[in-house]
T-cell receptor, first 112, second 116 residues
Framework: GDSVTQMEGPVTLSEEAFLTINCTYT??????LFWYVQYPGEGLQLLLK?????DKGSNKGFEATYRKETTSFHLEKGSVQVSDSAVYFC???????????FGQGTELSVKP | DTAVSQTPKYLVTQMGNDKSIKCEQN?????MYWYKQDSKKFLKIMFS???????INETVPNRFSPKSPDKAHLNLHINSLELGDSAVYFC???????????????FGPGTRLTVL
């Protein structure tokens, strides 16, 4: 079945460091791909998305490119801030729509 | 205005009790979902309703019974609560899969259920 695998956390970085969180997926057809963020004690917020191959999603300095050849959707940010500390979830939605399938989440902690 | 709201935010109860969690959305969506987040933060779909009709029912014990009185509400009733039911339950909503285009899911703030 469809699945998502993320790099394990926690990831600890210093402020202004470069961030990469790896995400790979297994799916039939052409799923849509998402990154969600969960700040401490809160629900999930959509960070960015891509709905077809080679699309780049971007928001708040974060970027991810839908790579069908490597079945990946890695999250990157050039310079992280303390306020980026959160849990990041990669997810896919099968091309027929409906449920989201999540990766296991990666906790990011940014130190001043 | 809160887009997707859940009540209660926290729920502490004894094993064997029956409890309900309520969810409401004011986004005009026709599809709603329940997800469970376990202690390791892993998120998994439980149920989905489209226009008050159950369309996704994952492998969930039949002690869990969702009910959708209308398109804007999806409640979750849990009978005979067990220790393993302790988790954070998230409600979400979206336009239905048939709409095409952007059917992003919007999540509620979660209900933290603790079974003692």
């Amino acid at each position: 079945g469809d699945s998502v695998t993320q790099m394990e956390g926690p990831v600890t970085l210093s402020e202004e460091a470069f961030l990469t969180i790896n995400c790979t997926y297994t799916a039939t057809g052409y799923p849509s791909l998402f990154w969600y963020v969960q700040y401490p004690g809160e629900g999930l917020q959509l960070l960015l998305k891509a709905t077809k191959a080679d699309d780049k999603g971007s928001n708040k300095g974060f970027e991810a490119t839908y790579r069908k050849e490597t079945t990946s959707f890695h999250l990157e940010k050039g310079s992280v801030q303390v306020s980026d500390s959160a849990v990041y979830f990669c997810a896919l939605r099968p091309d027929q729509g409906g449920k989201l399938i999540f990766g296991q989440g990666t906790e990011l902690s940014v130190k001043p | 205005d809160t887009a997707v709201s859940q009540t209660p935010k926290y729920l502490v109860t004894q094993m064997g009790n029956d409890k309900s969690i309520k969810c409401e959305q004011n986004l005009g969506h026709d599809t709603m979902y329940w997800y469970k987040q376990d202690s390791k933060k892993f998120l998994k779909i439980m149920f989905s309703y489209n226009n008050k009709e159950l369309i996704i029912n994952e492998t969930v014990p039949n002690r869990f019974s969702p009910k959708s009185p209308d398109k804007a509400h999806l409640n979750l009733h849990i009978n005979s609560l067990e220790l393993g039911d302790s988790a954070v339950y998230f409600c979400a909503s979206s336009h239905g899969p048939g709409r095409g285009g952007d059917n992003e899911q919007f999540f509620g703030p979660g209900t933290r259920l603790t079974v003692l």
